[in-house]
């Protein structure tokens, strides 16, 4: 049982490592105008409007449709197996028959089929009047909803794409910046060894130098919250 119980583990162990390394890490590149189309597409706020509007639009013809003509139609069979009999006297029928004696007759068929048919059309009604009115005002309420949604969607979008291009072009002149004066803080280190320049302006450069490396470092966290 301890040998089973360990193979079995084994085996759940191996398949949750090759699930694990079969899973592949999914990236996007977008341009500013496919990063909008991909927001517009997949924003919830913006798939809600948009339910918004289709539930308005259905909304709106279900009322409408109650005051089209409404047509209904029923089919009823029916199978007598037992059918009424009625006792007529023959005379009835024949006057030469003998008095006293009695024909049976059947008035109903076996076989009965009745088709009912029903027209109803709305002649005038105040209230269907107003629904329709209030389905129209409840959908263009839900369309204007959803252009102002698509609107903040686009400003989001381009403002969050412009954050991330800000944060890598203000990262790319830092590290420019910084390689310039680390040769420059090179250069007068030397310079002050040699006895030709003051060592406030050695320190001058280590202070501009650790500023430079403090705002890179803080670029570079900006850039991983801006992507």
Do not use: C
């Amino acid at each position: 049982m301890r040998y089973l119980i360990l193979i079995t583990l084994g085996f759940f162990t191996s398949l949750l490592v090759h699930a694990q390394d079969s899973i592949v890490p999914q990236t996007y590149r977008f341009s500013v105008q496919e990063a909008i189309v991909y927001g517009l597409k997949n924003n919830y706020s913006v798939q809600n409007a948009r339910t918004d509007i289709a539930i308005a639009l259905k909304q709106k013809w279900e009322i409408i449709a109650q005051g089209l003509p409404q047509i209904s139609g029923e089919v009823s069979y029916q199978n007598q197996l037992i059918q009424q009999v009625s006792f007529i006297p023959a005379q009835f029928f024949d006057s030469n028959a003998p008095e006293g004696e009695f024909v049976p007759v059947q008035f109903s068929p076996k076989q009965n089929v009745v088709a009912n048919t029903t027209w109803n059309q709305l002649i005038f009604d105040g209230s269907y009047f107003v629904g329709i009115q209030s389905a129209r005002t409840l959908l263009q309420i839900s369309e204007n909803a959803k252009v102002k949604t698509d609107l903040e969607i686009k400003e989001a979008v381009t403002s969050a794409y412009a954050n991330v291009l800000l944060a890598e072009e203000s990262l790319k002149i830092l590290r420019e910046n910084l390689e310039t004066v680390e040769k420059n803080l090179s250069d007068t280190q030397q310079i002050f060894e040699n006895g030709m320049t003051e060592e406030e302006d050695v320190e001058q450069l280590k202070i501009t130098y650790l500023g430079l490396e403090t705002d890179l470092n803080n670029t570079v966290r900006q850039l991983a919250i801006a992507l």
